[in-house]
């Protein structure tokens, strides 16, 4: 019994020596800031504590503003910037307007960190790491995180827009987005996981309720029982904006309830719920409903990899003084 028992915790261990196993990836360093800024991981930590507290859908808004940051152009700090007369950001591309926040907890961390050591830590990182740290309070695993990354000079509103996976597009489209960030089908199994955690607005399954692919009917595949339950939440005439949680079974728990609501047809987003009708998808939901640690594990893979897409380090980019603007004198 007692190997049993041990038998979950060496699995995360390998995990994660297999991970952390290259010391260095291009100029990023796991000890980049031990000199320059040792209080930083206390400030993270303390302020996405905070942040939490006082509001629990912060771990899924953070976790969503660093995947829309890294997949647009690589993670670079872009999705923070607010828009300017040189370029329109991403803050109001369709993807990120009404449902992107978290803005101010990140804020909080800059100004915090730049009192302690200034012009030293970049918004990008920062932004990395509270990713993390939020997944690690809400239950989820831990990833060591590469740092030294750079901010970027500009955002996109328009690469926003199109690069940017939508839940109403089918899951060979989303695949695409993926591949052309490096990453496979796996990352996007894996990272849809993310949906165990935080809400969804009513726009964006509505469709699934009462008109389904211009039918008439509600979606088929979706649970009749759920479908009942979403219905009255969101009416055919009421209110797009009103928002229900994307995991009903562990709203604020960062567990593998995700993939088993799947596997029952309660999978609350359209491209949630297409993960069952391909064959090489819906084997790797069948597994991580019936194997946490194995989510765990590749989830934790698969943020390493989203958060060294096309990093900026060395004379690339800048140390941003604030979040929300380019310095215009480096």
Known sequence: MASRSLLPCLTVLFCMISIMAPLTFGQLDYSYYDRACPVLPRIIRWNVWSAL?????????????????????????????????????????????????????????KADLERAC???????????????????????????????????????????????????????????????????????????????????????FKRRLFNYQDSGKPDPLLDYSMLLNLQSTCPEEGPNSKITPLDNQSVTRFDNAYYRNLMNNTGLLESDQALMSNSETADMVKAYSLYPYLFYQDFAASMVKLGNIGVLTGESGQIRKVCGSVNYYY
């Open 53 to 109: 507290r006082n509001d629990s859908r912060i771990a899924a808004s953070l976790l969503r503003l660093h995947f829309h940051d890294c997949f647009v152009n690589g993670c670079d700090g872009s999705v923070l910037l607010d828009d300017t007369n040189d370029f329109k950001g991403e803050k109001n591309a369709a993807p990120n307007r009404n449902s992107v926040r978290g803005f101010e907890t990140i804020d909080n961390i």
């Open 118 to 204: 200034p012009f030293t830590v970049s918004c990008v990182d920062i932004l990395t790491l509270a990713a993390r740290e939020v997944v690690v309070m809400s239950g989820g695993p831990f990833w060591p995180v590469l740092l030294g990354r750079r901010d970027g000079l500009t955002a996109s509103e328009k690469a926003a827009n199109e690069q940017l996976p939508s839940p109403f597009e089918p899951l060979d489209k989303i695949a695409a987005k993926f591949t052309d960030k490096g990453l496979n089908l796996r990352d996007v199994v894996v990272l849809s996981g993310a949906h165990t955690i935080g809400f969804a607005q009513c726009f964006t």
